[in-house]
């Protein structure tokens, strides 16, 4: 029995290419079939479910890769041998620099909106962390002491 309507017409009913259309081979349902030559009669075959269905789309699954993910999320698979690509390819020289200088930023704005500092210190010492000075915040804080500008309170 020829059932190429039936194939091309479940296909666009059901919004998907005609190879991905289960039709059954159950003797008892080919009777249903071959009177199916209309939209409607192809549409109530594929209501009833049993008759006409959609496959799964095939692909590739995903489980492998999420498990490696969450495996890395934790730090796992992050050694020296896993390690694809130069310190620099995997970190950027400018990202590291933008995250280094937006803290060290930070810092001197909570340290003079706190009245721990002047603006004229807080301006010499904005001006020596664009030139790269300072190589972390605790830095920052180690060298406003040893210059003996910070007033009062503890770090």
Known sequence: MDLKFV??????LLKCGENRIWITNDPARQDDLADAITR????????RGDTIAKRDAVGVSRGRAKLRE??????????????????NARLPRKRRWILRIRAIRVRLRELKAQ???DVSTYRKFYSQAKGGMFHSRAHLDQQLRAAGVLKGGTS
Do not use: W
């Open 40 to 47: 409607d009669a192809v549409r109530k075959l594929i209501d």
């Open 115 to 117: 009245g721990r500092i």
């Open 7 to 12: 194939r091309r017409v479940s296909a666009n």
């Open 70 to 87: 969450s495996q890395r999320a934790k730090g796992r698979r992050r050694g020296i041998g896993s390690r694809e690509g130069a310190t």
